[in-house]
């Protein structure tokens, strides 16, 4: 899909774990245009607009908390436990960073 | 019948295993959802077309996945294959085909809010996953969802929204509920085929509960129930049932598989009493209905509830064409050495053919089919992630 960066949003660019991006029917990385500012939840709210299929498998229904098993990496930085509103890095903002939705690692 | 289709639910993926009326040879379509857990997958008896599936996944939660072809193509309802559903109000598209919210509203005026944990305190409801789907019999947008923490959903849309039936949760012998060694899971689901408003549910570890008006209102079924591992061996709720099973044209007449003790009752859950006989073992999991006579049941024993696989080794079915106390061991076909699995509560199904079906999956990816209730049995397919579920759609 062909996608130009509206001059009221940002292009985030996004990348996803394997069975999300089956979900999504997506491959590798995908472009978000994200109103400003620019945060996780802004971010999270933006993907589950374009991709319905997705609400509830990163956040949960209703209370929008995190699943336990999912992490948010962005900037060389664990951003998962930093609060939803707070303005993400400005790389990942301006797009040159992609913002990371991960499983977390688990034995087994 | 022309043809037949098994249904299988893995900790890997779902698998779809199609024959004729032969029932000879077999093809293995699979996985789909590669990755996911499919706790259970089951077709509308209106429609064989009308597939639903429970995805679920630790990490990303809770899917349903619909086909209206047989399985060729899969959505979710309400997400994909369809138009968006969209919020009126905020005009956000739904997605909510894997909204399970507990009722918690002021209308229904009950304490919907805690159950017992492992150590005897109390503890919120969280919703972890679907392990049954059990589609109307009447309507084909109708369906049931069977859910963890213990609760019973409905969807009169096909799946893509759904509304929990409160009463059961809300029934005032809900905060004693606890978890079994599994969760604390509602895994069947049983409609009334004579009267689509009486159903029976069964929970882990609950008991059994039975509904005569659609779901607005539960009695707890359980008397005669023996279970030496709750304070009150006889209590109203607390059993850990595995499996409960019904011929349709004895509707009155229940079987169930506890965990331990195979029980019996004849007058719709009233009363219960113990079948188990001359079992090696009476406990295991799944129990099932010989599809023409409505007296002949099977189970699985497994050695115990810390062992779980068959005693001796030996995968042995046991039969009963008395309704149960005589029982006689089917192995014709099953490995009588060296056998150690297991096979779930959901994992055994029957076929209608004159000739009726037997069907069971392992936790060793087997599954085995018999052609001549039970007489004899071959491995359909080997070598699958461990069978959470078998199912069997007969195809017009």
Known sequence: MSEGISPTTCGVRLIMPHHLRTLAAVEGEILLQVAPPVSTRAVLDALEQRFPMLRGTVREHVTFKRRPKVRFYANEQDLTHQDPDTPLPEAIASGSKPFMIVGAISGG | ?396
């Open chain 2, 1 to 396: 019948m022309t043809g037949i289709r098994v249904l299988v639910g893995t900790r890997k993926g779902g698998f779809i295993l199609n024959s004729d009326e032969k029932r000879k040879n077999w093809t293995v379509e699979g996985p789909l959802f590669a990755g996911w857990e499919i706790y259970h997958m089951k077709g509308s008896p209106l429609n064989p077309n009308r597939i639903y599936a429970s995805q679920n996944s630790s990490w990303f939660g809770q899917i349903i996945q619909r086909s209206d072809d047989g399985g060729k193509t899969w959505f979710q309802p309400g997400s994909v294959g369809e138009e968006p559903a969209v919020d009126e109000m905020s005009g956000m598209p739904k997605g909510e085909s894997n909204k399970f919210v507990y009722d918690t509203s002021d209308e229904t005026g009950k304490p919907l809010t805690t159950h017992q944990w492992y150590d005897g305190t109390q503890n919120p409801w969280e919703f972890a996953r679907v392990w049954h789907l059990e589609p109307s019999l009447t309507e084909l947008d109708t369906v049931y969802a069977g859910v963890e923490d213990a609760a019973l959903f409905k969807s009169t849309d096909g799946g893509t929204t759904w509304q929990e039936l409160s009463a059961l949760r809300g029934h005032p012998t809900g905060p004693a509920w606890s978890p079994g060694a599994g969760g604390m899971c509602l895994h069947t689901i049983i409609i009334d085929p004579s009267n689509a408003d009486r159903m029976f549910v069964a929970i882990s570890a609950a008991g059994t509960f039975r509904t005569e008006d659609g779901g607005a209102s539960w009695t707890p079924i359980n008397q005669g129930l023996h279970s030496e591992y709750i304070p009150d061996p006889k209590a109203e709720v607390g059993h850990c049932v595995h499996r409960i099973a019904v011929h349709p044209d004895k509707p009155n007449v229940l079987f169930m598989q506890k965990h331990w003790d195979v029980m019996r009752s004849d007058d719709a859950g009233d009363s219960w009493y113990e079948v188990s006989g001359n079992l090696p073992t009476d406990f295991g999991f799944p129990i099932a209905v010989h599809a023409h006579e409505p007296e002949t049941i099977y189970v699985v024993p497994i050695t115990s509830d810390s062992l779980h696989y068959p005693p001796e080794g030996k995968l042995r079915v046991y039969r009963s064409r008395s309704g149960g106390r005589e029982w006689e061991a089917l192995t014709n076909g099953l490995p009588q050495e060296n056998c150690y699995v297991n096979i779930l509560r959901d994992a055994m199904a029957t076929d209608s053919f004159d000739s009726c079906g037997i069907y069971f999956g392992t936790t060793g990816g087997q599954v085995y089919a018999s052609r001549d209730s039970g007489d004899h049995w071959q491995a359909i397919v080997r070598d699958l992630p461990p069978v959470l579920s078998v199912e069997v759609q007969m195809l017009p």
